[in-house]
């Protein structure tokens, strides 16, 4: 049985040197996940990064207000700035000045990129949340695939059991000459063959610990211990409706409500790439002053004096500027067709992906019914050819092909009871259910 990650993508980075936790539950992988993982952070700091442009393109509505000063020096014939009379020596000067202004008018371009700054946020946040879900599953999946692989060892460690015990019995046998040696040799082939299957389950526990430890982004560490979640022995079949299921995520997954986020983004930078067709209205206002050392006059006085206030109204009208305003209205256009399509086919595309994962967990439940049924019947024919092997009635080979296929009915069991487990999490995943 194979185990597929949604969407998982490992990605190793340098990590700074800490105290590596011991053991790890489910929860606290979870956890460590969300806070280390590289493809979360990034969303995050990607969401991060929108949140203070949404913030910038409300202050832009907002008056301004800057100061200025100046100094210098002036050596030979120059101007007085205060009296504008050439003089012969040297003049230490200084200039102040306070300005500002406020859009009045700008056709709600202000407004409307106000808004789309916020819709792009909120489908940025949006990602972040859908990149969590993500990797919370992915941790999920990841830690079912390695206690499925510790159940697989349990089992095949407790067949590698019973052939030793044979073994053992055969050579007490055979040193009396009470068994034919052909029995001996196969029972020995048979738990060299055991202890095998050992060495690769417990290859296939420590490769599923790594995946768990990258997407932590923690380093692996061969001493951690991964303790074991709670799973029924019994498991229950997934009587929700898939045509259900798909309406609750249409309400819940993340990722389709970034795409609905994205085209209201779109539309307001539509409306805000039309509203540069209008005259802008600006008002500005100042006030300035200056001194000159060679006056006079005290510093006060000049600055009191020379104290200049204005105010002002500025009207721009936009007649010809290479038609950048109307190509960057289609390419608004363009840009609310392709967020459009997307949310169409984000909603498509999860449809399918719910009805292929409803099928896939039916199947998945069917499946491991059978296999149960199958181990049962297995069971019964196995206590049989066991008590025929060891009172002689039977040969090895016999006895052999029964309990082969009881273990390999063990293990497929096993694959089959976390096949269904893995595919439930997949199915509440697709409705924004992403926790344990």
């Keep these: 049985m194979k185990f597929f990650l949604i969407g998982c993508f490992f990605y190793m980075v340098p ?3 800490f105290s590596q936790q011991a053991n790890f539950t489910l929860e606290q992988c979870i956890d460590t996940a969300l806070k280390s993982n590289l493809l979360v952070t990034q969303a995050g700091n990607q969401a991060g990064r929108d949140a203070i442009a949404r913030k910038q393109a409300r202050l832009n509505m907002w008056p301004n207000l800057n100061a200025s000063a100046s100094h210098g020096w002036s050596f030979g014939r120059s101007i007085d700035n205060t009296t504008n009379a050439f003089v012969d020596n040297n003049i230490y000067s200084g200039d102040y000045n306070i300005s500002g202004g406020v859009t009045l008018f700008r056709g709600m371009n202000l407004q409307n990129t106000a808004r789309q700054a916020a819709m792009t946020a909120e489908a940025s946040g949006m990602n972040w949340q859908q990149q969590k879900d993500n990797i919370t599953l992915n941790v999920i999946l990841a830690y079912l695939q390695m206690m499925s692989a510790q159940d697989i060892l349990s089992q095949t460690k407790d067949q590698a059991g019973l052939s030793e015990k044979q073994v053992k019995r055969l050579k007490d046998m055979d040193a009396k000459g009470a068994v034919a040696p052909s029995d001996l040799f196969d029972m020995q082939g048979q738990y060299a063959n055991d202890e095998a299957t050992i060495i690769n389950a417990k290859r296939d526990v420590e490769t599923a610990k790594i995946n768990i430890c990258a997407l932590m982004n923690v380093p692996y560490d061969s001493s951690i211990v991964f303790e074991r979640m709670a799973v029924a022995e019994i498991l229950e079949k997934n009587t929700t409706n898939a045509t259900e299921a798909y309406h609750t995520a249409l309400d819940r997954f993340a990722q389709v409500k970034a795409a ?5 983004s779109a539309a307001y930078g539509l409306k805000a790439a039309r509203s540069k067709l209008f005259p802008t209205l600006d008002f500005g206002y100042g006030m300035n002053s200056r001194y000159a050392q060679s006056s006079a006059a005290s510093i006060i006085d000049q600055l ?9 109204f500025t009207l721009s009208v936009p007649i010809f500027n290479n038609l950048q305003a109307r190509n960057n209205i289609k390419l608004a256009q363009l840009n609310l067709k392709d967020a459009e399509q997307n949310n169409k086919a984000v909603k498509t595309q999860l449809q399918q992906n719910i009805e292929g994962a409803a099928v896939n967990m039916n199947a998945a439940f069917d ?6 049924e199958r181990v049962n019947a297995l069971q019964q024919s196995y206590r049989a050819a066991e008590a025929r092997f060891n009172v002689g009635q039977w040969n090895s080979v016999e006895y052999l092909t029964v309990k082969n296929n009881l273990d390999r009915a063990n293990i497929d069991l096993i694959g089959g009871k976390y096949e269904y487990l893995l595919r439930v999490k997949i199915y509440n995943y697709y409705q924004g259910i992403s926790g344990e």
């Excluded at 609905?260 to 209201?264: A, E, I, N, P």
């Excluded at 009191?304 to 002002?312: C, R, V």
Aim: charged share 30%; hydrophobic share 30%; glycine share 4%.
């Design 304 to 312: 009191k004096n020379n104290n200049n206030k204005n105010l002002g």
């Design 260 to 264: 609905d986020f994205s085209v209201k």
């Design 15 to 17: 990590l700074a040197v």
């Design 367 to 372: 499946r491991y019914k059978k296999l149960q």
